[in-house]
């Protein structure tokens, strides 16, 4: 029996700010595909990011600068059945668009996400990758760079991205948890290092942790995002 899912329309949604040096590499990598619309949402770049997405033939729009605003933006405006979020530094494998209809197509499955691979030979990141694939698959917790899609009915119904500087997949994936099992795809999305090798691969992946802990206890996430990025806290 052939689903709607055969032939629904994948929009994915790339949230940018001064990507120049990766958006046409993600954008490229959406393609060859079938029945997909990509959708750049720019946070305010003062480099080349929107014309060299335009450049491409994509749709650019604008928006407040926040990863989950942006995202939210792009969904509003989207008219695909499958939303897909990709991170500016995160490449789709080939077939990507086949793998997400594959998996959505059993009946009450509605998201899921890639497993990942870092684009580095070092050996502290296998380790890493290795941790990504444990949680996402034991504990149902894929994140962001793994990029993450679902039906554009369930994004609705979980009330779409929270408004928040951070967390935002966390929480999205946490709501999602309680609608249905969330699909892990086995062929990996390829990220770049950056983050890790910017703050180091052992204090990054500690910050993550306690960062999710900290949320678990109740902290704020403009608490919580204040000292992730080492900014002095301010008393309101």
């Not at 335009?54 to 407040?64: A, D």
């Not at 405006?77 to 998996?103: C, N, Q, Y």
């Not at 580095?120 to 990029?147: I, M, T």
């Not at 899609?149 to 408004?163: D, I, Y």
């Amino acid at each position: 029996m052939i689903s709607y899912i055969d032939h629904a329309q994948i929009s994915i949604i790339i949230p940018v700010l001064n990507e120049a040096n990766n958006i046409k590499a993600a954008i490229t990598s959406t393609q060859p595909s079938h029945n997909v619309e990509v959708i750049v949402v720019d946070g305010g770049s003062n480099d080349d990011t929107p014309v060299l997405a335009q450049s491409l033939g994509v749709t650019v729009i604008s928006s407040p600068a926040g990863r989950a605003v942006q995202m939210n933006t792009g969904a509003a405006i989207a008219s695909g059945e499958i939303l897909l979020f990709l991170h500016a530094d995160t490449r789709l494998p080939t077939g990507f668009d086949t793998m997400i209809r594959t998996v959505l197509k059993p009946s009450g499955i509605v998201s899921g996400a890639f497993t990942l691979r870092i684009d580095s030979p070092h050996w502290g990141l296998r380790l890493v990758e290795w941790g990504v694939k444990w949680r996402s698959h034991l504990y149902q917790l894929p994140y962001g760079d793994q990029a993450i899609f679902l039906t554009k009915s369930a994004f609705n119904e979980v009330g779409n991205f929270p408004q928040m500087p951070i967390m935002e997949d966390f929480i999205l994936i946490s709501k999602l948890k309680h609608i249905t099992k969330i699909a892990i795809v086995d062929v990996p999305v390829t990220t770049s290092p950056r983050r890790w090798l910017k703050k180091g691969i052992f204090m990054t992946t500690i910050l993550n942790q306690t960062i999710i802990i900290a949320y678990l206890l109740g902290v704020s996430p403009e608490l919580i995002c204040k000292w992730y990025r080492r900014e002095k806290f301010s008393r309101i």
